[in-house]
């Protein structure tokens, strides 16, 4: 039996790489000679960087969204840099009394960048997901203004020529598709989550509009209601405007960079696992789970999702997945949260899945 595993992280819980380990064992305590390969994945947040298997990783300093230095890392692949912007303003590097999308910047992906620019790299990869900001890029371009500056021995007063910006190229790698402002924008979708309150997310709103109609008269164009401008506080904006980036699936990305793609389509295999933190309907949007779904669909091969919760099992079902499992089902929430409960629980739920296969 050939099984591959790919499971995203459980936010807050384990990662990617943790929960495929756990779902292994679970595998070998019912299956002990199945040929198991596990895939680390992300569909642009936590773990993008390790999951596109990069050919070297970097490890570097920046400031957090606070401005706190902060240990953090990019890729680099084929002469490519890989931006994971978790890895620099990630919401899980804030304490949860000092989130404040007011407050939080995201000069730090700006300074990956140059210090990917430094080492020749023109060409970015750039996963937007779990970010602690919603200050629409501004962060990150002020962090690229200083280097402007520096390299071109401009005073701090001179205008910016943000020109250069589009000489570089980008492709931003995420599972969402809202634009930057409006309701169904970053401040009003994606703000509470980091820390906002009704107050806050009306003056972050304010914020993005006055920025966007600044923008748009300096660029020439508005870039604000393209799908993905909203992601990462509206980092998508940014790149979109200066830089004239374009989005692709966070997930596709990863199963393309981590050879998932190519493994499935040249090998026999009798079924994949996958898995998030939670599964519902909008697992089904795009996120990682239901883009293997879709490959696997077209070859026939059964699909297993295991969550940690799970809510519209019947549209899961519907969609085609082979089994949708809480590993929580029936067992107390109290330290499911725990990494070593967590693990424990996927591979019981595993092992249990595979028992009657």
Avoid at 58 to 74: E, Q, T, Y
Avoid at 224 to 242: D, N, Q, R, T, V
Avoid at 290 to 314: H, M, T, W, Y
Wanted: charged letters at 25%; a negative charge.
């Amino acid at each position: 039996m050939k099984i591959f595993i790919a499971i995203d992280s459980f936010k807050n819980c384990i990662t990617s790489k943790q929960a495929n380990e756990a779902a292994r064992l679970g595998i070998m305590r019912r299956k002990p000679d199945a040929e198991v390969s596990c895939y680390e994945v992300s569909d642009g947040g936590e773990g993008f960087l390790e999951a596109s298997k990069p050919d070297e990783i970097v490890s570097c300093h920046v400031h957090d969204a606070l401005m706190r230095w902060c240990d953090s890392a990019f890729g680099i692949k084929g002469g490519k840099a890989i931006i994971e912007v978790a890895k620099a303003v990630g919401l899980g590097m804030i304490e949860p009394e000092n989130r404040n999308p007011l407050e939080a910047t995201s000069y730090g992906v700006g300074e990956l960048m140059v210090q990917a620019l430094r080492r020749g790299c023109r060409e970015f990869v750039v996963g937007l997901g779990g970010s602690a900001t919603s200050d629409c890029g501004i962060g990150m371009l002020k962090a690229l203004k200083h280097e402007w500056q520096v390299t071109n021995r401009k005073a701090w007063y001179e205008p910016f020529d943000t020109s250069w910006l589009k000489d570089i190229k980008v492709t931003l790698a995420t599972d969402v598709d809202n634009p930057l402002c409006g309701l169904n924008g970053a401040a009003h979708v994606f703000a509470p989550q980091k820390g906002a309150n009704e107050m806050m997310v009306e003056k972050l709103e304010r914020r993005a509009l006055t920025f966007s109609k600044m923008a748009a008269k300096h660029q020439g164009r508005d870039c604000s209601s393209m799908p993905g401008a909203g992601a990462a506080g509206g980092l998508g904006y940014a790149f979109m405007e200066f830089m004239d980036a374009k989005v692709e699936s966070g997930a596709e990305t990863i199963l393309r960079s981590n050879g998932f793609d190519e493994s499935l389509s040249s090998q026999k295999i009798d079924m994949v696992i996958t898995g998030e933190g939670k599964a519902d309907r909008q697992t089904l949007m795009g996120k990682l789970p239901s883009v293997i779904l879709s490959q696997c669909s077209s070859r026939n091969v059964p699909v297993f999702l295991l969550a940690g919760k799970v809510e519209d099992e019947k549209s899961l079902l519907t969609a085609g997945f082979s089994r949708v499992i809480n590993i929580n089902d029936g067992l107390s929430m109290e330290h499911a949260l725990d990494k070593d409960v967590a693990m424990a629980r996927l591979a019981n739920a595993v092992s249990a899945a595979v028992s009657s296969i």
